[in-house]
């Protein structure tokens, strides 16, 4: 036996904001999944610090790893330096074909791959301040393990993040599952007594 309940129709627009809630689409101020940061890049970018390993193809004495310099470049034998920074890996690999091609080879097929990224930072409140090589998938607690843990005066649950890709270096609030990029700087406030 069931027992039928007849309902009011609920408005469209209730509807419509619970299909956004559901969805996660419908952030709200103080939710650690509100967009305050920007999303992750999709594609990463090259900067200095990071080490890629380019392979032309055939061309073993070609093949090797670098290290981005501090100008967001790398050096290369027979072409020398190739700006490297704020390009994307295929972006790189295109740039060191152009350079090689037709002077030193016809046709090269030169790929590059990301070995190691350019290291985050994090200061403030943690028993061990520095650089940490950064890992994919990082969150603010990660970093926050990485360095030592936490001090007794530390907020457990409030930071700020600065990330290296913001040309205006904006601190921003930061919770303990936002993710970190290389070259971001994290900073964990101190609580008041």
Known sequence: MFLR?????????????LFLLAAGLGGCAGDPGAP??????TEYRLGPGDKVLVTVFGQDDLTGQHVVDG???ISL?????VPAGDKTAPQLADAIA???SPK????????????NYRPFYIVGEV???GSYPYVDDMTV?????????LTYRAREDEFYITRKADPEKVKREAFPNTEVEPGDLITVRERFF
């Open 141 to 149: 607690m990660n970093a926050v393990a990485l360095a030592g843990g």
């Open 127 to 129: 028993k061990s301040p």
């Open 77 to 81: 034998s027979l072409i020398g330096a």
């Open 5 to 17: 309940l007849d309902l009011p129709t609920p408005p469209i627009a209730t509807v419509a904001g």
């Open 104 to 115: 030193y080879l016809n046709d090269p097929k030169v790929s590059v791959q990301v070995l």
């Open 36 to 41: 305050d940061l920007a999303p992750k890049q």
């Open 71 to 73: 100008q967001g470049d």
């Open 98 to 100: 152009r350079r090689l």
